[in-house]
């Protein structure tokens, strides 16, 4: 492994609440490698959910260093972040994943939509995926007609199709039972293997814990172990 | 990568956007169906609104200013100065000089009628009542005023020395006299004295109730022999080829000369003027108060549509939309709703005024005030497209203020926040 694919170094991030300030993030250093499936474990509040999105581009940090394949964070405006998370992040949350209005097809083919791939394209990409993931025969429904471990998995497929250099996912298996958690996090994992996409999950679920090869533990906003 | 590529790329790429944006506006647009329906609805109903009301408001000025041409006013008068303030037998005019009788006779003119008209008292063998005592040149009024078709009962004037008189249906009804009764008329005579004389009753007229009441007809030269004032006449009365020259025509006549008084028919009909411009001002403020309520709404609607879909917008930013393109999307949105709903209330709008062509009887209340009784609605394309532009312009702008904040607003913590 060369070149760290996600570095952090010296991340803060305090927000400020009226009066209170919240030091979400205390100093965090970390480098993730090309092709890893990390999980980021710890307590509720711990921060795990800030340093996916100062790694995803999603807010931007209070001091440190954020790069992601090559391309440093802090000097990225508003657009810039915006194209990098189109074209080099894949987001899966806990829920809410999906554009309500869309099909499953739709939701998946969106990012390609805006990275403007052709419509042919998408459609063989996205039913390929959908297969892919096991839900081949679905394509066609809303969100609200599919079920919490289908939506995650079209989710995941989003996150996938367009090739990202990362996919962070936010506990993506918070609401879902063991039996379909196991799946989810078997497919990922699969997806890992076979074309190389980092992973990193952020997650209280000790399934998805012992699951990956990467065990990061935060704690009060700080790395405290890497294992 | 050369400028035409550069341009060409960035062409496509709008179209891109377009079509994932445009779609996406449509489905949202109907996904509280209620909601839309309802905003629509209301945006319906005003766009109709002003449709319909312009176009009535405008049918009814303009066959109110007709019917007060018609009721004896024209286009414009003459009269001895003083006439006006105080309609009496010693204001007359005696001669009309030659240089105002030469625009009188010029093409512009179409009608001219001279008349003698003063107070009077009219009696029957029962009742009595004050009326105003026209004596009018018949063949001359004819197409200047309205008497000459009013008859419902007997005959019209036949010259200017006939010795007839003509009532109003209401009147006769008052005296209790009818067709070929006798009646007296009592005026002032030019020197002074009580003049009074008789008159069979020739025909029966009607109109607007005040006039029905009050306004009795004799030829002019009986007229003028019952006052003593030889030739003498009240008034001139003219009609122009069109309504445009009246000020322009006034205007000359009255620095040809200041020993008459010269007026167009809105300054001897101050309320009738003033009733059409309340009205049209009722319009403008009809439009301000109905789009006041409808932008609100809509404002409402689109802040609701937005606050309930923050988590969405956040997405939709996680995912790399730019904020412009959702900001489009929002005002595609409105834009949608407002595009059926002003389409749809211009149509509904446009037939309800086409059905009403063949004219809208207003009841007779209407003519109490002079106004006009039957109206008849004409569509306007420049008023209706230019409602439809205006709503469509103030409506996209009533959205922006929901739209901006659904672009600006989205802290991306509503979307990592929704997770618990
Ligand atoms: N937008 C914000 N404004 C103020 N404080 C915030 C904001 N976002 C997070 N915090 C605070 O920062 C700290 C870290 O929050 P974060 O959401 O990263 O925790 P977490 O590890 O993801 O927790 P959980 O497991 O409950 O999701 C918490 O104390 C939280 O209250
Ligand atoms: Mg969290």
Redesign the interface.
Known sequence: MDKPIVICKDVWKIYQQGEVKVEALRGVDLDIFQGEFVSLAGASGSGKTTLLNMIGGLDSVSSGYVEVDGDDLSGMNKNGLADLRLSKIGFVFQAYNLIPVLTAYENVEFIMQLQGVPAERRRELSHEILGRVGIADMGERKPAELSGGQQQRVAVARALVSNPSIILADEPTANLDSKTSESLLELMAELNQESQTTFIVATHDPQVIEFTKRKILISDGKVAQDC | MSAQQLNQNSQ??FG??M??ILP?AW??LW?NKRRSLLTMLAIFVAVMSMVVLGAFMRAWSSATIVETINNLTGHGQIHALQYLDDPNIDYRIKAIPGSIANHLNSAEVTHRADRVRVPAMIRSERENSPVELLGIQPAQEKGLSFISEAIIDGRYLESNADKGIILGKKLADRLQTKLGRRVVLMSQHQDGSISERGYRVVGIFTSQPGIEKFNVFISIQSAQALLGIGSDISEVTFKLQSREQIAGFVQRLRNENSELDIQAWDELQPFTKAMIEMSDGSILIWILVSFTVVSFGLINTLLMAVFERM??FG?????????RWLLLQILFESTFMMAVATAAGLIAGILIVIAFEGGLDLGVGASYFGAAQVVYPELDWSEVSYIGVLVMFLGVLASLYPAIKAARNVP??V??R??N
């Open positions: 496509s790429r891109r956007s079509s994932l996406l489905r949202n996904r988590r969405e997405l939709f930013q996680a995912l790399g939309m730019k904020t991306v913590d979307l990592s929704a997770t």
